[in-house]
C-alpha cells in the first residue's frame, strides 16, 4: 500500500484513484452507515439468543446468561412440529404458484392464446395487491362463518352451521400464499423463457427433434437454472412470509415459524420473551441462509451458460388449436381468483354497513358512507401522511446508501468491498420478523442514549425497512452502475473533471432512470409491508397497512373495504406504471 | 438439389412482404448463396426451406421431396436438413460429443453404440475438433462453436445444408480461414449447400452461383463473375464492390461503333448502351478500373480520356486509393501501390469504355451477360 493510494489495491484497469480523501471518507461513512444498519440488529439478536430476561428486557436488571432459548428451540418437539408446519405449508404455496406460473408463463411467452398480452398485464398488476389486502379479502370471501362464498354454498346445498369450506386450514393458507407467489414466480418465468436463445430450439428441429423432444432435451433443461433460482428465491420469500400466516394461519390455529416469533414479542397474553423470539428468529435464518448460498451457486451456474447470442428471433407461438378456449379459461380463471375476486369483495363490503350476502336487501342498503367516513376520520389521515413520510424516507434513504454502496463494489477497489458486499446482501436473507425483532430489541436498548427517542416513533420503522430494502437497492443500482462504460468516467476525468464533478455530472445523470425507478419499487414495497409496522408499531406511527389489519381485526368490514379498495388502486397502478418502465431495462425485482 | 418456386411470405402485422415470390434452383452438390443487405428476405427464404417459417404460398423441394407446396408443410423436424446458425446454437448443457451426436440420437433410425460413436468422431474430425469430444460446449472458442455446429449440422448425411451466416460472428481473421476451410469441408462432402449471407466478398468467394435479393425480391442471379462485372442495376451495382457512380444524359448515339455518349459532370464519356437521346442515366465504373496517367508522360489519348487532379491518396499497402476530382466529378481509382502521386498532380483520367455500365434510371441494365440472369417477381 502506497501513501497515494490509501484505499489500498494496485491501480489497474478498472480503478479511479483521484480525490482520494474524499473519496475515502465517503466509503468509509457508507461502511458505518451499514454495520450500524445491518451488523447492529443482528449482534443484538444473538446476545438475546443467550439472555433470559426474566419478563423484561434481555438487558434489563433482571436478565441472567443462559443456554436455555437455544434448548428450548433446538430440543423440543415443538420446534419441529413447527418446522414441518412451515415446510409443508412454503412447499404447497410453491407448488401451487409454480405449476400455475409455468403454465401461465408458457401460454403468455409461447402460444397464440388469444389476449394474452392483456393477460400478462393483470398478473403483473396484481404484484401491487398487497398480501395484507389479499388475506383479508379471502377471509371475507372464505372464512366458514360469513364468507360469501360458504354462504353461497349453504344456502345452494341447504347446509345449516359453519361451513363447508374452511379457509382457516392448511389447505386454506397454502392457497393463499400460493396465489400471492405467482405474479413474482411469474415474471421470474417469463424472462427465463424470453432468455433463451430460440435458435438453440430452433437447431434441435433442424437436427430432427420433433416438438416433445426439443421440449424434455433442450427448452427445459435450458431453463433448469433459472426455475432452480427463481424456486429457491421464493421458497426464502415464503418461509418469511408473515402477513398471511397472520391473517389466515393464526385463526386456524396454524402457527410457522414466523407467526411463532410474533407471538413470542407480541403474545395475546403474558409477557413477551424476547430470548425465545430471538432464538426462533436465528433458527428461522438459518432455514433462510442455507437455501440463498445454494442460490447464488446457481447464478453463477447459469452464466457460465451464457453463450453469443445473434439476432433475436421472436419465437414461433405454438398453435393452440383446440385449447385456446379452456387455455385462455385457465387464464382468466387465474385473474378472477387473485385479482377481480379479492377487489369485488372489498368492494361490496365497502359499501355494506354490516357484512351480508348480496341480495336485493342488501342492494338496498348499498352506501358510500365508508369513504366519507375514511376522508373525515383523523386516524385515516394521520395513517396516510405517516404512510407517504415512511415511503418517501425509505425510499430516498435507501437509494442514496444502495447507490453509494453499489458505486463502491463496482469502480473501486477498496478493501471494504468485501465487508460491503457481505453487509448488502444480509438483509436479504433476513426474514421481515427477524429484522423487525432486533430494531425493536437494538431501540430498547439504546432509546434511553439516543438524542432523540425512536422507539415508538416512526422513524423505527423507517430504520427498519431501510435496513430491510438495502439488499434489493444495491443490487439494482449495481446493475446499473455497471452498464456505464468506465470510459465515461475516463474521458471525464480526461477532460480535468475532479471526482465530485465526474460523480455529479457523469455518473449521476447516467444512473437517474434506474435511480427513480428503485425509489418507486422500494416506496411500493414500503407502504405495503404490514410485518414490520405491526412488530414496530405505536399509537402515533400508525400506517395504512397496520391501520387495515387493525380494521379487519376489529371486524369494521366496511371501513377495510374502502381503505382496501384505495390501498390497491394506488399500489397497482404504481405496480403497471413501474413494469411499464422497467421493460425497457429488462429489470425483474418486484 | 433444392427447389424453390414464387415463394411468398408476409409477417404478420407486416404490410409488406418479407419474400415476394422468389424462385431458384440449386444444383446437387451446388454451393448457392443468397446475398442481400439485411432485410432483403434471404434469412426468411432460408428459414422457410428449413420449416422454421411457414411461407403463404409457393413450393419448395428438397431433393426428390416436396416439403412445401399448397397441400403440404412438413414440419422442419422431418425435413432432410443441416443447418448452422448465426451463432452457431450449440447447446451450452451438452458435451461436444453429445452436440454432435443429439441428430442421431434423435433420428427415426436408431444406430447401434459403436456406429453411433464413430459417426460422431468422423464428423468432429472432419471439422478438426477431435479430441475435444468431452468438453463443454460453453468452453470451446467462438471459432471451436462454429465447427462444432458445421458438424452436428453434417453428421446425419443430409441432403442439403442450410448456412444462415455462419461467420458473420466471427473476428475478421477467422473468418477469413472459415471461408476456405468452410468450402473445402462442402467440396469433400459434396452437399448440395444454401449459404445466407450479407457479406459479398464471402459470397463472391466462396458461390458457384449467386442470387442478390432486395425488396423480398431476387434481383440477379449468375455466377460470382457476371454478378461482380455485369450488374444488373444500379443496385446490384452499389451493393457488390464499390463503384463510382454518377448521373448523366445520353447526348447522342454513334451509329458507327454502337456506342453511346454521355454527357456528365466529369465530361462527355463513350460506353457500350442502349438508350435513346435525352434518356437520364446512372454511369459507373469501378475503381479499379479507372486508369490513371502522369499528365506530363502521359500519351494516352482516345476515347474517355479526361484531364483531372488528385485530391487525396490513400495507401493501403495492396494499392492506392486516389480520389481524384474531374471537373465537376469526384471520382476513386484504386492503383498499384507503385503508383505515387501527390495531392494536386495534374493526371488524366481514363475510363476505358467497356469497363463502364450504364443503367437507365428506371431501373433497367446495361448490355453484357447480365440480362442472362433469372430475375424474379
Given at each position: 500500500m502506497t501513501p497515494a493510494a490509501p484505499s489500498g489495491g494496485s491501480p489497474g484497469r478498472g480503478v479511479r484513484r483521484p480525490s482520494l480523501t474524499a473519496r475515502s471518507v465517503a466509503i468509509f461513512i457508507v461502511v458505518a452507515v451499514l454495520v450500524y444498519l445491518v451488523l447492529g440488529p443482528l449482534l443484538m439478536l444473538v446476545f438475546s439468543t443467550f439472555r433470559d430476561s426474566g419478563g423484561g428486557l434481555p438487558f434489563g436488571p433482571d436478565a441472567t446468561w443462559t443456554l436455555d432459548n437455544y434448548a428450548e428451540v433446538f430440543l423440543s418437539a415443538t420446534t419441529y412440529r413447527l418446522l414441518g408446519t412451515t415446510l409443508v405449508f412454503s412447499m404447497g404455496a410453491l407448488a401451487l404458484s409454480f405449476s400455475v406460473s409455468i403454465l401461465l408463463t408458457w401460454l403468455t411467452e409461447r402460444t397464440n392464446m388469444p389476449f394474452r398480452n392483456v393477460v400478462f398485464v393483470l398478473i403483473v398488476a396484481s404484484i401491487g395487491i398487497p398480501n395484507v389486502i389479499l388475506g383479508i379479502a379471502w377471509d371475507m370471501v372464505l372464512?366458514?362463518?360469513?364468507?360469501l362464498f360458504n354462504v353461497f354454498l349453504r344456502d345452494l346445498l341447504g347446509l345449516t352451521g359453519?361451513?363447508?369450506?374452511?379457509?382457516?386450514?392448511l389447505p386454506g393458507l397454502i392457497f393463499v400464499q400460493g396465489i400471492s407467489l405467482v405474479p413474482i414466480t411469474f415474471l421470474l418465468l417469463s424472462a427465463a423463457f424470453r432468455a433463451i436463445d430460440v435458435s438453440m430450439e430452433d437447431a434441435a428441429s433442424a437436427a430432427g427433434a420433433p416438438f416433445r423432444t426439443v421440449m424434455r432435451r433442450i427448452t427445459l433443461p435450458l431453463l433448469t437454472p433459472a426455475l432452480l433460482s427463481a424456486f429457491v428465491y421464493q421458497f426464502v420469500t415464503v418461509i418469511e412470509s408473515f402477513d398471511i400466516p397472520l391473517i389466515i394461519g393464526l385463526r386456524g390455529g396454524i402457527t410457522v415459524l414466523s407467526t411463532q416469533i410474533y407471538i413470542s414479542v407480541r403474545p395475546a397474553a403474558g409477557l413477551p420473551d424476547y430470548g425465545l423470539a430471538s432464538a426462533y428468529s436465528l433458527f428461522l435464518l438459518i432455514l433462510a441462509f442455507g437455501p440463498l448460498l445454494f442460490y447464488n451457486r446457481i447464478i453463477g451456474r447459469s452464466e457460465r451458460y451464457s453463450t453469443i447470442t445473434g439476432r433475436g428471433y421472436q419465437p414461433r407461438r405454438i398453435d393452440l388449436g383446440a385449447w385456446k378456449l379452456p387455455s385462455m379459461l385457465f387464464a382468466i380463471g387465474f385473474l378472477t381468483i387473485s385479482f377481480i375476486v379479492p377487489a369485488l369483495v372489498l368492494f361490496w363490503a365497502s359499501t355494506q354497513p354490516f357484512y351480508a350476502m348480496p341480495s336485493p336487501e342488501a342492494f338496498s342498503r348499498i352506501t358510500f358512507k365508508a369513504y366519507g367516513d375514511l376522508a373525515t376520520n383523523p386516524l385515516v389521515r394521520q395513517a396516510l401522511v405517516n404512510t407517504v413520510i415512511l415511503g418517501l424516507s425509505v425510499g430516498a434513504f435507501t437509494m442514496i446508501i444502495g447507490t453509494l454502496v453499489a458505486w463502491i463494489l463496482v469502480r473501486t477497489r477498496s478493501r471494504l468491498r468485501v465487508v460491503l458486499d457481505l453487509l448488502a446482501f444480509l438483509p436479504h436473507a433476513m426474514p421481515g420478523v427477524i429484522i423487525g425483532i432486533s430494531i425493536l430489541l437494538l431501540y430498547l436498548l439504546l432509546d434511553p442514549i439516543l438524542p432523540l427517542p425512536l422507539y415508538g416513533t416512526l422513524w423505527i420503522i423507517v430504520i427498519a425497512l431501510s435496513t430491510q430494502y438495502i439488499s434489493l437497492s444495491s443490487r439494482l443500482m449495481t446493475a446499473a452502475i455497471a452498464q456505464i462504460k468506465l470510459e465515461l468516467e475516463e474521458a471525464a476525468d480526461a477532460s480535468g473533471a475532479s471526482w465530485f464533478m465526474v460523480i455529479r455530472r457523469i455518473v449521476l445523470p447516467l444512473i437517474r432512470p434506474a435511480f427513480v425507478n428503485g425509489f418507486l419499487l422500494v416506496f411500493l414495497q414500503a407502504i405495503k409491508n404490514l410485518t414490520l409496522a405491526l412488530i414496530l408499531i405505536a399509537p402515533s406511527s400508525v400506517v395504512v397497512s397496520t391501520l387495515i389489519y387493525n380494521l379487519w381485526d376489529r371486524t369494521n368490514t366496511a371501513a377495510t373495504g374502502a381503505l382496501g379498495i384505495m390501498v390497491l388502486l394506488i399500489t397497482v397502478v404504481m405496480s403497471v406504471f413501474l413494469r411499464l418502465a422497467n421493460n425497457r431495462s429488462g429489470t425483474v425485482v418486484a | 438439389m433444392i427447389e424453390v418456386i414464387d415463394l411468398v411470405k408476409t409477417y404478420t402485422?407486416?404490410?409488406?412482404?418479407?419474400?415476394?415470390g422468389v424462385s431458384f434452383t440449386v444444383q446437387q452438390g451446388g454451393f448457392y448463396t443468397l446475398l442481400g443487405p439485411s432485410g432483403c428476405g434471404k434469412t426468411t427464404t432460408l428459414r422457410c426451406i428449413a420449416g422454421l417459417e411457414r411461407p403463404d404460398s409457393g413450393t419448395i423441394k428438397l431433393g426428390q421431396t416436396v416439403v412445401v407446396s399448397d397441400r403440404v408443410f412438413i414440419p422442419t423436424f422431418r425435413r432432410d436438413i443441416g443447418m448452422v446458425f448465426q451463432n452457431y446454437?450449440?447447446?451450452?448443457?451438452?458435451?461436444v460429443f453429445e452436440n454432435v451426436a443429439f441428430p442421431l440420437r434423435v433420428g427415426g433410425r436408431k444406430l447401434s453404440g459403436a456406429e453411433l460413436d464413430r459417426k460422431v468422431l468422423d464428423a468432429l474430425e472432419l471439422v478438426g475438433?477431435?479430441?475435444?469430444?468431452?468438453?463443454?460446449?460453453?468452453?470451446?472458442s467462438g471459432g471451436q462453436q462454429q465447427r462444432l455446429s458445421v458438424a452436428r449440422a453434417l453428421v446425419r448425411e443430409p441432403d442439403v445444408l442450410l448456412l444462415d451466416e455462419p461467420l458473420s460472428n466471427l473476428d475478421a481473421k477467422l473468418r477469413e480461414r472459415m471461408r476456405s476451410e468452410l468450402l473445402l469441408i462442402q467440396r469433400r462432402v459434396g452437399i448440395t449447400t444454401l449459404f445466407v449471407t450479407h457479406d459479398q466478398i464471402e459470397a463472391l468467394s466462396m458461390s458457384d452461383r449467386i442470387a442478390v435479393m432486395d425488396h423480398g425480391r431476387i434481383v440477379q442471379e449468375g455466377t460470382p463473375r457476371e454478378i461482380y462485372h455485369a450488374p444488373a442495376n444500379e443496385f446490384v451495382a452499389g451493393f457488390i464492390g464499390s463503384s463510382n457512380m454518377f448521373p448523366g444524359r445520353i447526348a447522342a448515339r454513334d451509329a458507327a461503333t454502337g456506342q453511346v455518349v454521355i454527357e456528365t459532370a466529369a465530361g462527355q464519356l463513350r460506353a457500350d448502351g442502349e438508350g435513346a437521346t435525352g434518356d437520364s442515366v446512372i454511369v459507373a465504373i469501378r475503381p479499379e478500373d479507372v486508369v490513371l496517367h502522369r499528365a506530363a508522360t502521359a500519351s494516352a489519348a482516345g476515347a474517355n480520356v479526361l484531364e483531372g487532379a488528385v485530391e487525396i491518396g490513400l495507401f493501403t499497402g495492396t494499392s492506392v486509393e486516389y480520389h481524384v476530382r474531374v471537373a465537376g466529378q469526384l471520382l476513386q481509382a484504386r492503383v498499384s501501390s507503385r503508383i505515387d502521386f501527390a495531392r494536386g498532380d495534374a493526371i488524366r483520367v481514363e475510363l476505358p469504355p467497356e469497363s463502364i455500365r450504364v443503367f437507365s434510371l428506371s431501373g433497367g441494365a446495361g448490355p453484357g451477360?447480365?440480362?442472362a440472369g433469372r430475375t424474379a417477381g
Open positions: 372464512n366458514p362463518v360469513n364468507g359453519n361451513g363447508p369450506i374452511s379457509l382457516f386450514s | 402485422g407486416s404490410t409488406t412482404p418479407a419474400v415476394a446454437a450449440v447447446w451450452p448443457h451438452m458435451t475438433l477431435n479430441g475435444l469430444e468431452q468438453r463443454m460446449a460453453t468452453q470451446l451477360p447480365a440480362a
